[in-house]
């Protein structure tokens, strides 16, 4: 079966602008989960859902932020406003379930805000 | 508390040697830690994972050792390869969501 997928692969975009970006979980996964990666960091926890519910969203860096997964399947993260700090690389995962099981990552999409 | 320490940053090991990196957390509420290999342009993918019930796991040429007191926790990679030049990222489960350290850049030398 087919990993995690996310599209567009590369997004460019003017500050100010606003993006969404998109992700297609393993099939079966009801865990679904967005980090984002900055140039030569870890990935930092942005959003969790459980299903279509966002089980935690804590990590969501402030109200331009949202993430929505009406189905429980596809989910997507838009950036209102984009800022030149949001450049970064943007990973989603999935799980079967939450609790013990592993995550797996998608090949991330690179947003670059000029 | 939520922190996870990688350390080193960058690591250059010659073909068959040993290549060890070193991670540390505080929050004793984490209860899963996984390793991740990430290839440039690729997502992390897991590599091996160790629950803190366990002092050792060994998969092929991959070992995580676990020390619940000192809060630290390692990988080793015995016999390395050209192929596992990859930068590394240790981390910890805690409610759910992964913390990640900062990741060790791992060169192997020919």
């Known amino acids: 079966g087919a990993g995690v997928s996310q599209t567009p692969s590369n997004k460019v975009t003017e500050k100010g602008k606003y993006v969404e970006l998109r992700c297609d979980p393993i099939?079966?996964?009801?865990?679904l989960y967005w980090y984002r990666q900055s140039l030569g960091q870890g990935p930092e926890f942005l959003i969790y859902f459980q299903g279509t519910g966002a089980a935690d969203d804590s990590g969501l860096p402030n109200d331009r932020f949202f993430a929505v997964r009406p189905e429980g399947s596809v989910s997507t993260l838009k950036i209102q406003r984009t800022e030149r700090g949001d450049s970064a690389v943007y990973l989603c995962?999935?799980?079967?379930?939450?609790?013990?099981?592993?995550?797996?990552f998608g090949p991330g999409t690179r947003l670059t805000v000029l | 508390q939520q922190q996870v320490k990688q350390s080193p940053q960058s690591l250059i090991v010659q073909k068959g040697g040993i290549s060890i990196i070193n991670c540390a957390y505080e929050n004793t509420a984490f209860d899963y830690f996984p390793w991740y290999q990430q290839f440039p342009g690729k997502g992390p993918a897991l590599l091996i994972a160790i629950r803190p019930d366990v002092s050792e796991k060994k998969e092929g040429r991959f070992t995580i050792s676990f020390n619940k007191s000192a809060k630290q926790f390692s990988l080793h990679i015995m016999d390395s390869q050209p192929g596992d030049s990859a930068t590394y990222f240790c981390a910890a489960r805690g409610a759910q969501k992964l913390v990640f350290g900062q990741g060790t850049r791992l060169t192997i030398n020919p």
């Open positions: 099939s079966g996964h009801t865990a």
């Open positions: 995962a999935s799980s079967l379930a939450g609790g013990g099981n592993e995550q797996f």
